[in-house]
């Protein structure tokens, strides 16, 4: 009995380390070592100074509309970007290289780290609702309530980037079937596959029953309105190649720049494929349970 003991300790504290190791992963080699990453950025630079991301360029994002304050807090870097007052992140696009991402079939994925503090928000991607009819293709947005997707994560995509017909805008994005909760750090992100568009909260895919969609009545055609499910979104026309600019914290409207995020952002990254649930359940464990302090 003492020699199955003792044989069984160190095989005990294997374990242990071992645990204790994975525990203690780089959250940031773990994101730059996955297949498909274009963009990864931490927001670990102080404000004035361009966030640049590590991938398949630097991308420098630029401060417009006043410098955007750095807090030590944050998931990744232990830092984050504090978005208030309008202020916003840009990179041209004639810049954009990598992150252009369209066609027929292309996938993407879009995730970020944030502390919403309220209200519709932009967290990132390339989407212009105006310029030349808009300039869609593809966004990462929270609170999208006109149809239906308040107080939730939106993944929203386009392939003609003007607004959905017969709508004034466009209605193709999928939305969580969980809320956020204000002044919490989560973990967000959408998936498109060519076909399907795809929300979650906290690394988790929750399915939602097909539902009347709300502010589609009276249209021609659809003088009922819409009813189909937000979560998965069913949208078969790709993405398109439409013109815009990478935004982060803001889009463009008709009105000018609009859905201002209001919060932190302690990370954000794009991949041109899709990530699965159990990776992005991989990534929420190793991000979300350390802590977001330095």
């Not at 659809?222 to 990478?246: I, R």
Request: charged share 20%; glycine share 14%.
């Amino acid at each position: 009995m003492v020699k199955s003991t003792v044989y069984q300790l160190p095989v005990f504290l294997f374990f242990m380390l071992a645990q204790i190791g994975f525990g203690r992963q780089d959250p940031m080699q773990v994101l730059t070592a996955k297949r498909g990453l274009v963009a990864l950025w931490d927001f670990k630079e102080p404000a004035g100074m361009p966030r640049k991301a590590v991938g398949k360029g630097d991308f420098p994002l630029n401060e417009r509309n006043g410098p955007i304050a750095r807090m030590e807090e944050g998931p990744l870097s232990g830092f984050s970007s504090h978005f208030e007052k309008n202020a916003f992140l840009a990179l041209p696009f004639e810049k954009t290289g990598a992150l252009n991402i369209h066609g027929k079939g292309q996938e993407i994925t879009v995730m970020a780290w944030v502390k919403w503090f309220g209200k519709t928000g932009f967290v990132g991607g390339m989407w212009n609702e105006f310029t030349d009819g808009g300039k869609r293709q593809y966004g990462l947005f929270v609170d999208l309530p006109h149809y239906n997707g308040g107080n939730q994560v939106c993944g929203h995509v386009s392939a003609s980037g003007g607004p959905t017909p017969p709508f004034p805008y466009s209605c193709d994005y999928s939305a969580s079937k969980q809320e956020l909760t204000r002044g919490k750090w989560h973990f967000i992100a959408f998936t498109y596959d060519g076909t399907y568009i795809k929300s979650y909260l906290d690394g988790e895919f929750k399915e939602r029953a097909p539902e009347p969609i709300k502010n589609t009545q009276g249209f021609p055609g659809v003088p009922n309105g819409l009813v189909h499910s937000k979560n998965p979104y069913y949208f078969p026309d790709g993405l398109g190649n439409n013109g815009s600019d990478f935004t982060v914290g803001a889009v463009v409207l008709q009105r000018g720049m609009g859905n201002f995020f209001n919060g932190l952002i302690g990370g954000l990254a794009v991949f041109d494929r899709v990530l699965d649930e159990g990776e992005l359940q991989e990534i929420n464990r190793l991000t979300m349970n350390q802590t977001a302090t330095p």
